[in-house]
Structure formats: structure tokens, C-alpha cells
């Protein structure tokens, strides 16, 4: 016998005697503003949890403990705002609540010594999962055309591909939050470190389908195949609304069965049409309902625009004018916040109450900028890229002519975001670091993915202190020798090519197939937080798409007084950083306009030849067998 139950709602945090006592909100719980409310304490769902006839139960809570309301561009799915600071009093909790405790407590035969042991005990019934730490908000997220709990999509579309013990899923999910919200919203679990932790997935069962993007829902009235993509990775959902197909496999045992090629225009959130082409003439479109899909390529579009929301921390008049001076600004998109729409940065003022919330976090002060500076905030409202913010005194005007050169390293970040393919890759390429002897990573073997963490990262993400080394491997499993290249971002927001070197021969960028190959030693340094490596892999040559990408980003003129000296100056610099240092210029930032056409045009070998420019408009087609791209975080820290 399995359970499974899960709360997509509320929380908050209650009076329970002389302690505060986490609570889930019913969707009736009325007044939230009432002196009394009818919320579910923390302590009665673990009696809930302990009377269920069953060990194999699973409880995921995707709400949080208290703050509500708007922040930045999400919602908190919790009940009230002022909680967080202490300037509400707290409701009290309904008199039923401690009758039925007490039903509990004699149906399981505990006394009240036996219900406080429990509650301290490290064992429990089951798995009890939380979208975030006791002293966290979790994010009602707003994805490109759809909204959901941030740690509930990431949760799902990761079991899309692998299903791993609860003590891996956790960490890696994690990882995933952080890339939306560094410091705001880590996933739990409990019980840990015990063994079954460690060998039990998630839902206690073996996975026994096979990783796809995608299925196939039903049909519509005209013949149409009614599709749900939660399987995609959030980051590449702008590719799949025009020249997407995918591959139809059988749900059970992996058979060929056609393909799918995506109505343009249809997708609405994780909802799209497909036309199917069987593998086998004569077969009906009966024979596809219910299966499984698998990207097979997908449509890069022509025009991509960086989508930047102005926060509330900044005044009316703020607003207005860092609109005026964004519009000026080439490929910037300018989104209002609390719209619905998904927004890939936001600018914002580090006022006292998000200063306050950081500290309410813990988050050490080598994160937060100075005071009244403005900078990049991540949609959760928190601060982004430390580097970015400018002095206290600085105005909007300013602070946007401060921060174009950075919006422009943003969306060839974004460009790269949506070539992201990790898990549908059917290179056999995988991305493995060592750090301090121990080895993290992505191994692909043709399709079926395995990621590997650090055991000691909660977040599933390497801690890389100043001056550390990192070793970075490329793993050819696949059938083709290929061609590879490394991008670091840095955790200021800057982009950097640190493989293959300029001077190097074509063919010292190939990883031959069945070889395992050091490729690049990187080290930690400042900005302390979370640079991203990116590993490009095609069995065709990426010399064009990465000399254009080193062109455009050596126009990138960022020289505004915030960037840190190394810590690390008697390292040997042959072997690269996870800090950008960009060659200074005065090149107008609009340069990264030609990164669409020259580098994703390198890469569509359909549509024309891109060195001749003889590419027509629409989405470039991007093939799973053509091109893999893989993302790793890693988090910097001081030197321990």
C-alpha cells in the first residue's frame, strides 16, 4: 500500500502553547484576518502521519510559514505578510484542533512524553517533503504562459527523467530552485540520514516508463493530438512555440511509434497541439494516446527579447524613467510586475524591508549590497548578482546606463538558457567535476541521463571556496566524435569563453568518442555566489558559433568600479576562473544582437548557410542529435 498526499496551498505559523508551531491554511479557513482560524498545526499532521496504516507514504507541502502577499514578481503562498516582522498578532487556532490531537494520541497509544519524543525524533512514517525551510516563503512562480508552485513544476519535471532515492531528488530539485531564487527557497526533508533515505525513491517505486518531454493527452474533435510538455525544461519553454517536433515512443516498452510536430502558435503554458506522422502507414491516431514523447528538435525563435520588470522598491517616477531609458536599449522587453508574465530579471531599489527579509533568511552579508543601491533583483525580489548594484546616492538614469552592458551579458545568457537540453541530448555527451577528489555531475548514456551530487550539498550544488580548483571532464559515451566548447557566467552576470582557447588547433576541441577528457581547471574566486558553466557539444565544428559569441561579449564595456580584484593573483591564470574578466572596449552593447543569427544560424544546418547570411526569418531548428547543452551551478564562497 502507497500514499501519496499533497498541499498546494497556505501556510503559516501559530500559536501552540509556549512555542510557535508551523500550520497548513484550509482553502475554508475563512477571515485570515479573524482572531481565530481553522488552520492544521504542523503537530497534528505528523499524528495524521503516524496513524496511516502504511510506511510507504510520501507528504509534499509546497507553502511556507508565513509573508503572503506579492514579492517582486511572484506570489507567497502563505497567509499574511506581516507576520514576518512581528507587526500582526497571530491568529489563534480553532478549539477542534486539540480534541482531535488528542483522538490521535490514543488511537496510536501515546502519552504526552511518547508525542514529544516523536516529534524530536530524527525516524518518521514515510517521507515528509517541504518546498522550503521553516524560516522561507515558497513562490507561486509565473512560468512562460502559466503560473504553478515553483517547487512542485521543478519536482514533476524532474521525474519526467529520473527518479532517484528521496536523499538525491531533494538536493537536485533544489539545485533548480536556487537558479530562480539563490538564497529564498530551499527544499527539505525528513526523516535523514537514515538508510532508506538513501534507497527508497521519492514515491517508493521504481520508475517503469522511460524519461520523456512529453505525452500524449487526447484527441481533439478535428483529429489534433492534445499534448502536455511537463518534461520540458522551464528555461527553453520560448523553443517550443514554433518548428517543434517530438518523437512518439510507446509508454511501455520504448518502440518507435512517429512523430509530432507542434502546431505553431498552440502551446498555452505546458498545453500544446500536435500533428502526428506515424512511423507506419495505416496506422490510426488511436495508437498514440497516452504515449510518450521525446523532443527531437526544436524552434530557437528569430527574435529573443530579455524580459526585465521594474520593482516596486523603485518609485513611480523611477519606473517611468528606467522605462524611457530601456527603451532605447535593443532586444530589452519591458514587463509589468504582478502581470502574470515571466520575467527574466528584475531592477530594483535594496530598500530596508527586503534587507530585513534577507537577514530573517541568515543570508551572510558577503551577498547583499549596499543599502538604497539598485541593482538586479531575481523575480522572488531578492538581490541578484551582488555586482550589479551601484553606490547608495545613484539615480535611475544612472543606474540603467550603469547596467546596460550587463542586460546585454543577460540575454546572450537567456539565448544560451534556451538551448539548455540535459536531459534530451542523445549525444551521450556528459558534464562530470572533481572538486577536492570527489566527482559531481551529468552522465548521458544515448538518452537515459544520470546526475550525480555532492553527498554533503543540500542544494545539490558544489561549494567551490576562493582559490579552490575545479577539474572539468567531458565524458563521450555516444557514436560520434565531438566538437566541444565552455562557457562560464560568472556571479556577477558576466559571460566568458574559457574553452577552446583562441590559439588552439580545430582539433584539440574534439572529445573523441568513448573518450573521457579533462578539457579546463577552473578556480573559485569573486564574486562570491553562483556562476554557471556551460558545456556546448556537437558532432559538427562550433568554431563559428564560438568566435561570434567571443566577439560579442568582448564589446561588453563593463567598467563602472564594482568588480572585485581577485582573491587568488598568485594562481596560474592559464588555467581560468569562474569569474569572467572581460577585454574592455567601446563597442556599442547592441553588438549581441548578431549572437542570433551567427551563432544559433551555426547551428541550423536546415535552413540555409549561415556564413553567407542566406538564413530566411523564423525559428532555428535545433536538433537533440546536433547540439547538447548542459548547465552546472556552483557556488563560491570565501575561503574557508
Request: charged share 20%; proline share 6%.
Amino acid at each position: 500500500m502507497r500514499e501519496f498526499l499533497q498541499d498546494l496551498g497556505r501556510g503559516c505559523i501559530n500559536p501552540d502553547s509556549s512555542c510557535l508551531n508551523t500550520t497548513i491554511v484550509p482553502y475554508d479557513a475563512g477571515d485570515p484576518g479573524g482572531p481565530v482560524v481553522q488552520d492544521v498545526m504542523g503537530h497534528t499532521l505528523l499524528l495524521m502521519r503516524s496513524a496511516l496504516p502504511t510506511d510507504n507514504v510520501t507528504f509534499v507541502l509546497d507553502c511556507c510559514y508565513s509573508g503572503g502577499g506579492k514579492r517582486g514578481n511572484v506570489v507567497m503562498r502563505s497567509r499574511d505578510a506581516t507576520l514576518i516582522n512581528g507587526s500582526a498578532q497571530l491568529p489563534q487556532l480553532t478549539d477542534k484542533e486539540w480534541p482531535y490531537q488528542q483522538q490521535l494520541l490514543e488511537r496510536l497509544g501515546w502519552g504526552p512524553q511518547d508525542f514529544v519524543n516523536q516529534i524530536n525524533s530524527k525516524e518518521g512514517k514515510g517521507f515528509f517533503v517541504a518546498a522550503s525551510r521553516a524560516n522561507q516563503q515558497s513562490a507561486d512562480y509565473p512560468f512562460d504562459g502559466f503560473s504553478a508552485g515553483a517547487f512542485t513544476y521543478l519536482l514533476t519535471q524532474y521525474l519526467w527523467h529520473e527518479t532517484n532515492p528521496l536523499s538525491v531528488t531533494i538536493p537536485i530539485v533544489a539545485g533548480s530552485t536556487s537558479r530562480l531564487s539563490e538564497h529564498s527557497q530551499v527544499p527539505e526533508y525528513d526523516p535523514t540520514e537514515i538508510a532508506r533515505v538513501r534507497e527508497a525513491p521519492i514515491y517508493h517505486e521504481d520508475p517503469s516508463r522511460k524519461s520523456a518531454e512529453a505525452a500524449v493527452k487526447g484527441l481533439t474533435a478535428d483529429g489534433q493530438l492534445q499534448l502536455w510538455l511537463g518534461g520540458l525544461e522551464p528555461t527553453s519553454l520560448e523553443a517550443f512555440n514554433r518548428g517543434a517536433v517530438f518523437t512518439v515512443i510507446h509508454r511501455e516498452n520504448g518502440t518507435l511509434l512517429g512523430q509530432v510536430t507542434l502546431v505553431d502558435g498552440s502551446r498555452d503554458g505546458l498545453n500544446a497541439l500536435g500533428q502526428w506522422l506515424p512511423a507506419t502507414a495505416g496506422d490510426t491516431l488511436e495508437i498514440a494516446i497516452g504515449h510518450l514523447l521525446r523532443e527531437k528538435l526544436r524552434g530557437l525563435p528569430d527574435v529573443i527579447t530579455l524580459r526585465v520588470g521594474l520593482d516596486d522598491t523603485l518609485s513611480t517616477s523611477e519606473q517611468d524613467q528606467a522605462k524611457s531609458a530601456l527603451a532605447r536599449q535593443s532586444s530589452i522587453e519591458v514587463v509589468e510586475v504582478g502581470s502574470g508574465q515571466d520575467v527574466h530579471v528584475l531592477i530594483g531599489r535594496y530598500d530596508s524591508n527586503v534587507q530585513a527579509r534577507m537577514n530573517q533568511s541568515e543570508v551572510p552579508p558577503e551577498y547583499t549590497p549596499p543599502l538604497n543601491s539598485i541593482g538586479f533583483f531575481s523575480a522572488t525580489q531578492e538581490p541578484w548578482y551582488r555586482n550589479s548594484f551601484g553606490g547608495p546616492g545613484e539615480s535611475i538614469e544612472q543606474a540603467i546606463t550603469r547596467l546596460a552592458p550587463r542586460l546585454s551579458s543577460l540575454l546572450i545568457r537567456r539565448m544560451l538558457a534556451l538551448m539548455a537540453n540535459p536531459y534530451s541530448q542523445q549525444l551521450g555527451v556528459g558534464l562530470i567535476i572533481e572538486h577536492q577528489g570527489a566527482e559531481s555531475g551529468i552522465r548521458n548514456r544515448r538518452g537515459e541521463t544520470v546526475t550525480f551530487i555532492p553527498v554533503q550539498e543540500e542544494r545539490g550544488i558544489e561549494r567551490v571556496p576562493a582559490c579552490n580548483l575545479i577539474n572539468v571532464i567531458v565524458d563521450n559515451s555516444g557514436d560520434d566524435d565531438l566538437y566541444v566548447g565552455l562557457v562560464v557566467i560568472d556571479a556577477a552576470g558576466l559571460v566568458n569563453v574559457v574553452f577552446p582557447f583562441t590559439t588552439d588547433d580545430a582539433r584539440n576541441n574534439l572529445v573523441f568518442k568513448g573518450e573521457r577528457r579533462q578539457i579546463q581547471t577552473l578556480r573559485g574566486d569573486v564574486p562570491y555566489g553562483l556562476p554557471e558553466l556551460l558545456l556546448l557539444a556537437s558532432p559538427q565544428p562550433l568554431d563559428s558559433t564560438l568566435t561570434k559569441l567571443r566577439q560579442v561579449v568582448n564589446t561588453l564595456a563593463i567598467d563602472d568600479g564594482t568588480l572585485e580584484e581577485s582573491l587568488c593573483s598568485s594562481t596560474n591564470t592559464q588555467r581560468g576562473t569562474l569569474m569572467a574578466r572581460l577585454k574592455q572596449t567601446s563597442d556599442a552593447p547592441s553588438a549581441v544582437d548578431v549572437v542570433m543569427t551567427d551563432m544559433f544560424g551555426a547551428l541550423d544546418g536546415s535552413r540555409g548557410n549561415a556564413a553567407s547570411g542566406d538564413l530566411p526569418a523564423g525559428p532555428r531548428a535545433v536538433g537533440v542529435d546536433q547540439i547538447a547543452v548542459i548547465s552546472r551551478l556552483f557556488h563560491v564562497v570565501p575561503a574557508e
